[in-house]
């Protein structure tokens, strides 16, 4: 008798676990996207669902720097991609589509996933096609995500601007802060396109690793002037930073603070630094940062491999709020600065020849220094 309830006691709990695995299965969401510096809303599920990312190829022309206006290839039409977010569990269901006037085959390698290619075995999508695959998040982290198409070469796909970002939340989620960023590195190596005014890839100086352009974002200035980022002494700030090189490794420093965190090459629940100054990030690596903002001014984003900044690797964080003398108090510097800027006036400020003036940076004048 007791064996027979007992049977039935497991056989009731089979079937509410059955039933609840398909309930879980059949859950279905749209990824939220976003463009950078945007990042999408934390992940507020507490269990994994199936998530639908929808991707578009898109060949296009656009500024790359004043006066440069370059024949970009790119994930749903801007450089970077956009930022993904799931969490760890999901099964993610990519959709890549490839409109009928692109010229050539895309595909995508995302290094979050586990099999063959990161995807791009089984994503390289013809103009007028539309591929689909799906993934399991394994492991927490912040990875790359970049085309693989063999045509006319991979190099050139990411050279020309086919990258972003995936975040794999873990299960508890990420800790809370005031503010999150999205912020891309990359390189462009350009020469005259045939068509007048227009830039192409040099897969000459690639190959010599000698960029024209060093930027964040997709292009000189996208984060100075009214794209510099925004936010309020005394918040927390966290910077999803990734480098996509395509060949030079990263310097990642922000002028006037130091990270409070460094969650080392992007790995979430392993190694996590703290009072870091700068941070060195791989080509095809990302970092996650944080620092608390407790002095109001704007500071400097830079690939502090310095020269880079000639060529449009600087950004503005701009910390809105109350002077702290306590942690840092200007006594009669700037008055000397500028009695001496009055007798002695500056040459032309050129690339390279630069003051730190942030109010120059500000203006977004720091593109154009050539």
Known sequence: MRSKVLSRVLYALFVLMLASNV??????????????????APITRKTAARVVVNLEAKEYVGTLAEGVQYKFWSFNGTVPGPMIRVRVGDTVEIHLSNPKENTLPHSID?????????GSAVSVTVPGQESVFSFKTLSPGLYIYHCASPTPNIPAHIANGMYGLILVEPAEGMPKTDREFYVMRSEFFTKPAQESGQYELSMEKGLAEQPDHVVFNGRA?????????????????????????????ASFHIIGEIFDKVYVEGGIGGVINRNIQTTLVPSAGTTIVELKLDVPGAYLLVDHSIFRVAKGAVGILNAAGPENPAIFHKIKYRDLYLRHEKAHPPRKRRMGL??????????????RFR
């Open 23 to 40: 309930a879980w299965a059949e859950e279905t969401v749209t990824a939220e996207l976003t463009t950078a510096p945007k990042v999408p």
């Open 110 to 118: 995302l290094h979050a996933v586990t099999g063959p290619g990161g």
């Open 221 to 249: 200035g996208a984060l100075t002037g009214e794209g510099a980022l925004q936010a309020k002494t005394g918040e927390t700030v966290r910077i999803y930073f990734g480098n996509i090189g395509p060949n030079g490794i």
């Open 354 to 367: 630069f003051l730190f003036d942030p109010s120059y940076f500000v203006s977004g004048r720091a593109c």
